[in-house]
T-cell receptor, first 112, second 111 residues
Framework: KAGVTQTPRYLIKTRGQQVTLSCSPISGHRSVSWYQQTPGQGLQFLFEYFSETQRNKGNFPGRFSGRQFSNSRSEMNVSTLELGDSALYLC???????????FGPGTRLLVL | GEDVEQSLFLSVREGDSSVINCTYTDSSSTYLYWYKQEPGAGLQLLTYIFSNMDMKQDQRLTVLLNKKDKHLSLRIADTQTGDSAIYFCAERRSNDYKLSFGAGTTVTVRA
């Protein structure tokens, strides 16, 4: 079974632009979570989606948004990019009734 | 402050055992996890333990949980060079899909 896939793997943007990242969960997994990893703040939870509904949200500004489609694929969007948004963005999927989240390889975003 | 704390660095000789420690503060944490991250990669789930367990063993990995002290440890037996990585401890409450991570412990295996 294929693992969690994320596209693109690397991205360079400039301040003020917006970006959309994509995550395809493991087949059959309906929960998708997003995390931001930076050297200064570590791993921080962004949001979690299940059946196209956001169930949990972390402490990030409204510039960070997401959505989930009927096939469980998820996207996250960051508008008006700031230098501090440079990070590794990780997506994880979870099967209903199981206790474990499986992570994708991440999208590394660099904001110049 | 941090909900989950870990020491930042560990150096171990190849063939020895590694012990990585973690403390957490949320007494309602139900699930505790260990993830491994190699350079340039995502997080690989190593193992996890329910809060009603004291110990879990999986091949070279042993997880010990002291719920009274909110202390979790991961022991890697016969540490190999391929075990060099960052190890993250994480907690999750029941009915909550958010993982709270520690800062990660960088394990360096020396010959």
């Amino acid at each position: 079974k294929a693992g969690v896939t994320q596209t693109p793997r690397y991205l360079i943007k400039t301040r003020g632009q917006q970006v959309t990242l994509s995550c395809s969960p493991i087949s059959g997994h309906r929960s998708v979570s997003w995390y931001q990893q930076t050297p200064g703040q570590g791993l921080q939870f962004l949001f979690e989606y299940f059946s196209e509904t956001q169930r949990n949200k972390g402490n990030f500004p409204g510039r960070f948004s997401g959505r989930q489609f009927s096939n469980s694929r998820s996207e996250m969007n960051v508008s008006t990019l700031e230098l501090g948004d440079s990070a590794l963005y990780l997506c994880a999927s979870q099967l209903t009734g199981e206790e474990t989240q499986y992570f994708g390889p991440g999208t590394r975003l660099l904001v110049l | 402050g941090e909900d989950v704390e870990q020491s930042l660095f560990l150096s171990v000789r190849e063939g020895d055992s590694s012990v990585i420690n973690c403390t957490y503060t949320d007494s309602s944490s139900t699930y505790l996890y260990w993830y491994k991250q190699e350079p340039g990669a995502g997080l690989q789930l190593l193992t996890y333990i329910f809060s009603n367990m004291d110990m879990k063993q999986d091949q070279r990995l042993t997880v010990l949980l002291n719920k009274k002290d909110k202390h979790l440890s991961l022991r890697i037996a016969d540490t190999q060079t391929g075990d060099s990585a960052i190890y993250f401890c994480a907690e999750r409450r029941s009915n909550d899909y958010k993982l709270s991570f520690g800062a990660g412990t960088t394990v360096t295996v020396r010959a």
